[in-house]
């Protein structure tokens, strides 16, 4: 490649003083980009949107991605289709984000899948179709998708686009849940706790409710704390209640923050100063390292 187009690629991604950072970006692959080659082109504005061996620029990006997508690049018809839906280096256009996940979708890539059912499921750039949604998110659940699995599960759950079905939400939601999805770990709890779609099991509630607790989840933090008040699924210790829903009142807000105040007061009343002191200790260490 002629020295002048190479300098020309730099300078569609790196930015005033940021001369230090070319160094990461390999030569090859601006060469490449330029000369016509979409996955090059692809990977040239992830490293624009990214920031990564180049001045941060989401314009750029969207002209990269445009570049390998006008070419078929599922993954680049994806990705600019996501810009066009956030607003990120174009004007947000949820109809061009419906054309290109569409695109992306047809090609059978389960990311643009769950993309452009999630369009169809809240009527954003395309006409609101909860059947339509159901058929996206299913053909990227097929592939794996977690996100896909729990979207589907809450079809189900709602009877929305497809019959409702608590075993058939039961069953999504396992599958997305296994995988870390953390709502639907949490919705897997409820189920289990209503004895909806599964039998109830407050043992199997408990479990889900602690793996969205872990991930944040303050709905999860709370039953869980309630459960260790109750002794229901788990032995009763009113420590590790006061625990979860600290952790509850730390991250929720509005009336279910006062909420979760009111119950974690209420159980602290009657631990020890030792027990009140070291479930206080545990919860604010958590809600620090979880700071957002």
């Known amino acids: 490649m002629h020295w002048k187009a190479f300098f020309a690629v730099l300078g569609l991604c790196v930015g005033m003083g940021a001369a230090a950072q070319t160094a990461q970006m390999d030569p090859a692959l601006l060469g490449k980009a330029t000369a016509g080659d979409a996955q090059s082109q692809y990977l040239v504005g992830l490293a624009c949107l990214e920031g990564k061996g180049?001045?941060?620029?989401?314009?750029?990006?969207a002209a990269w991605f445009r570049k390998a997508a006008d070419q078929g690049h599922a993954r680049a018809q994806d990705e600019l289709g996501v810009l066009y839906h956030t607003g990120q280096g174009v004007e947000r256009n949820d109809a061009q984000a419906a054309a290109w996940y569409g695109k992306a979708a047809h090609q059978g890539l389960a990311a643009a899948q769950v993309h452009l059912g999630a369009l169809y499921d809240h009527g954003e750039g395309v006409k609101q179709d909860d059947a339509a949604a159901a058929e996206w998110y299913r053909k990227a659940a097929l592939q794996g998708s977690a996100e896909a699995?729990?979207?589907?599960g809450t079809l189900y759950e709602r009877g929305?686009?497809?019959?409702?079905?608590?075993?058939?939400a039961a069953d999504l939601y396992r599958l997305a849940a296994t995988q870390g999805n953390a709502s639907a770990q949490f919705n897997l709890a409820l189920l289990y706790d209503n004895g909806?779609?599964?039998?109830?099991?407050y043992a199997e509630a408990a479990k889900w409710y602690n793996k969205a607790?872990?991930?944040?989840?303050?709905?999860?933090?709370?039953?869980l704390g309630s459960m260790y008040v109750s002794g229901d699924g788990v032995p009763r210790d009113l420590a590790e209640a006061y625990y979860w829903l600290a952790l509850a009142a730390g991250t929720w807000d509005g009336e279910r923050?006062?909420?979760?105040?009111?119950?974690r007061d209420k159980v602290g009343a009657h631990l020890t100063a030792a027990e009140l002191f070291s479930a206080q200790q545990r919860a604010a260490k958590w809600l620090a390292a979880h700071k957002q």
């Open 213 to 223: 607790a872990d991930q944040g989840v303050p709905r999860a933090q709370y039953n």
């Open 160 to 168: 929305l686009g497809v019959p409702q079905s608590y075993t058939q």
């Open 257 to 263: 923050q006062q909420q979760a105040i009111a119950a």
């Open 54 to 61: 180049v001045a941060q620029d989401a314009t750029q990006a």
């Open 149 to 152: 699995e729990y979207n589907l």
């Open 196 to 201: 909806q779609g599964v039998q109830r099991d």
